[in-house]
């Protein structure tokens, strides 16, 4: 039977409730169209997949802490300020579904609203006086910040390779899911074995994670107004295209890649995702995901066993059967 993450998250529900309203106070604000840009934001839920790892390594960990909720409202700032910079510098008219903040508001706003939920993530670490974690999401941002510049850089040469992928998506996007189960354990043991298992569980689901959804472009159903191929629109070369320019033959990749660079020829988008399917693109991509979600799951077996590790190991059953 197919896992949903309602399933997961039904044993954190007291925890996810609590962390809403937390996360709703911790974001009012005195100035009106802040205020009123915020509540706006706030409409749209997410999957919740950030707080439900970190409250669910917490309690592998040993059991939730009022530090919990500290570090889930962090990675929850944090991500929802890259959200809301992602889509001014892609110019994207939606988000969940609904138009974008900088749709709305135009860019200038977009900035600012991103840089007032970075700068409350850092004051909640600053007032209850979490160091730690402060050091944690700093080295997390600093990572994500590079991944997307590598990403920026490989998207214009067209020159992508396992290895850079890989580099990439550890740092974009992995490197978060990693802040979440590390910070989460961090709050709740002081098992420096414990710990660490549970960093590299985030970080090796965040890589299944991300090449799930480059699989996904190519082969997944459309929501909230994604459609196939945008990273093929986006010229990023991604792990299916990859393996599928690595079958090819010489001349294949090149028409290929030139259909990417000019972007003229209509159909192309087609052409290059019946390329990625003809060429074995999903299925080794498909088999790397599968290599990071065992080794998640080797992590997960170093700490003692209860309903929280098997909900961890369903979440990546999740993550690598999701169609969107």
Not at 218 to 241: Q, S, Y
Not at 261 to 275: A, S, T
Request: with cysteine; aromatic share 8%.
């Amino acid at each position: 039977m197919k896992i949903k993450l309602s399933d997961i998250t039904s044993i954190i529900e007291p925890e996810l409730i609590a962390f809403d309203a937390k996360f709703k106070a911790a974001l009012k604000s005195d100035v009106k169209i802040l205020d009123y840009v915020i509540k706006y934001l706030l409409r749209k839920k997410g999957k919740r997949i950030r707080p439900t790892i970190v409250f669910l390594s917490a309690n592998a960990a040993g059991g939730m802490t009022e530090k919990s909720y500290v570090a889930a409202m962090m990675i929850e700032l944090l991500h929802t300020a890259t959200l809301v910079h992602d889509d001014v510098v892609d110019e994207a008219p939606q988000r969940r579904g609904l138009p974008s903040i900088n749709y709305i508001w135009k860019n200038k706003i977009g900035v600012l609203v991103g840089d007032y939920l970075l700068a409350q993530g850092l004051s909640i670490s600053m007032e209850h006086e979490r160091y730690d974690f402060l050091k944690i999401i700093t080295a997390t941002v600093q990572k994500m910040s590079e991944g997307e510049l590598l990403q920026i850089r490989k998207t214009r040469k067209l020159n992508n390779d396992v290895e850079t992928y890989l580099k990439i998506i550890g740092a974009k996007t992995a490197s978060l899911l990693e802040a979440c189960s590390h910070l989460g354990a961090l709050s709740a043991t002081e098992s420096a074995e414990h710990i660490e298992a549970l960093k590299n569980y985030g970080y090796y689901l965040g890589l299944a994670f991300q090449i799930q959804d480059d699989i996904l472009d190519f082969v997944g159903k459309a929501g909230f107004g994604k459609e196939l191929g945008g990273d093929i629109r986006e010229k990023k070369i991604t792990l299916p295209l990859i393996y599928a320019l690595e079958n090819g033959g010489k001349k294949e990749r090149e028409k290929i890649l030139n259909l990417m660079r000019k972007q003229k020829e209509l159909g192309f988008v087609e052409y290059v995702i019946d390329f990625v399917k003809n060429n074995g693109g999903i299925e080794k991509a498909k088999e790397k995901e599968i290599e990071f979600a065992e080794k998640a799951k080797t992590e997960l077996s170093k700490i003692p066993q209860n309903r929280y590790t098997t909900a961890l190991e369903n979440l990546l059953d999740f993550v690598i059967t999701r169609e969107k």
